[in-house]
């Protein structure tokens, strides 16, 4: 049964649709998205995916000539949605939502936008960007790790389109993967941040990513750097947790990243004596955002989706028995009840970027 939470606090979002967008499933563990939800929250990145202004570019300038730049021109396949992660995580969420659900009525439209994006010619100068000295660091590793999660979704859906976008894309993701394994010997502490540059969050996308294509050598790395950052970590602060512009929780995320990187027996026992009881009841509360048009304020909303689906994702590591399992559960679905209705809030601060968040929820 739907709880009464989710019909009030759901109808401004489903209101628009005599369909449902979302369901609980049989044993109210998680949400399920339907195709018309997955229109709905299409229809964010396609108003945005191509639109170039207002931009963020964190660009470094070398001369005037190349301080003068407009988006478009310094990243051609990746200039909309505000920035260049949300860019790249746009159309991940459209391929995502293309691979699940064929028949989107916006398929088309879908399509001709990767296509006019997702070119040979653009694509090469999305990379050769990454190779002038002062811009290797650029979306160090947050848009990396986006990058790598588009890659993973197109490596596993066989469609002809699929087909072509990844073998163009390929080489951006052969410069990305090349930057992060010079970075990695190289990261002597982890960013436990709750924003872009947090180490566990890219990491855990880009683990994904290292098994999804068999790259041993870069799987290897990968968990070699999260153990010697993060195996020895305890007593995690996380009544500290949130910094009032996260969009990510620093300890969820490494506790999301470890139990990727760790067995079963071995993610419970670091699991136990990372986390106190109190620290992890903390985490259920939810965040409060007091002001939807506040660019970063807004970060709130994303944070109640990313605690949701690293909650989904730990507590399926956790026994049946462990009472913690159903705590995360609840947790997990009521985060997700108290930010999606807020997904189309009308203001560009959050709904160029929290739609990706969403349905990354979603799917897991």
Not at 60 to 82: E, M, N, R
Not at 280 to 290: G, N
Request: charged share 15%; glycine share 4%; proline share 6%.
């Amino acid at each position: 049964m739907i709880p009464v939470l989710w019909v009030l606090a759901s109808y401004s979002l489903q209101a628009q649709s005599e369909k449902p967008l979302f369901y609980l499933n049989a044993d109210s563990s998680r949400f399920i998205l339907t195709g018309a939800g997955a229109a709905h929250l299409a229809a964010l990145p396609l108003r945005c995916i191509q639109q170039e202004y207002p931009n963020k570019i964190n660009h470094v300038a070398i001369s005037d000539s190349d301080q003068l730049q407009t988006p478009k021109q310094l990243h051609p396949a990746f200039y909309g949605c505000f920035d260049w992660h949300s860019t790249v995580h746009g159309h991940w969420m459209l391929v995502a939502l293309l691979n699940q659900f064929p028949e989107l009525p916006e398929a088309a439209l879908i399509r001709k936008t990767v296509n006019e994006n997702i070119t040979p010619e653009h694509i090469a100068k999305e990379a050769a960007y990454f190779n002038v000295p002062l811009s290797k660091s650029f979306e160090r590793t947050y848009g990396w790790a986006w990058l790598l999660q588009l890659q993973k979704e197109l490596l596993q859906w066989q469609d002809a389109d699929a087909v072509k976008w990844r073998t163009t894309l390929q080489p951006l993701c052969d410069t990305v993967v090349h930057l992060w394994m010079q970075f990695l010997p190289k990261q002597t502490y982890a960013n436990r941040t709750g924003v872009h540059p947090n180490t566990a969050f890219g990491m855990t996308l880009a683990l994904d990513y290292a098994r999804a294509t068999h790259n041993l050598a870069f799987e290897n790395a990968l968990i070699q750097s999260a153990k010697q950052l993060f195996l020895n970590d305890a007593n995690a602060p996380a009544i500290w947790e949130p910094d009032g512009t996260d969009f990510l929780s620093p300890s969820l995320e490494e506790a999301d990243l470890m139990r990727r990187v760790l067995n079963k027996p071995q993610f419970l026992q670091w699991f136990n004596r990372f986390f106190s009881k109190n620290a992890l009841q903390h985490l259920t509360i939810l965040p409060v955002v007091s002001d939807r048009t506040d660019l970063t304020i807004v970060h709130l909303d994303g944070l109640s989706l990313s605690r949701s689906w690293c909650m989904q994702g730990i507590a399926k590591e956790l026994p049946a028995v462990d009472p913690r399992k159903k705590m995360l559960q609840r947790a997990a679905i009521a985060h997700l009840n108290a930010s999606l209705p807020h997904i189309t809030s009308g203001s560009y601060g959050g709904e160029h970027w929290l739609a990706s968040f969403a349905v990354y929820a979603l799917l897991q």
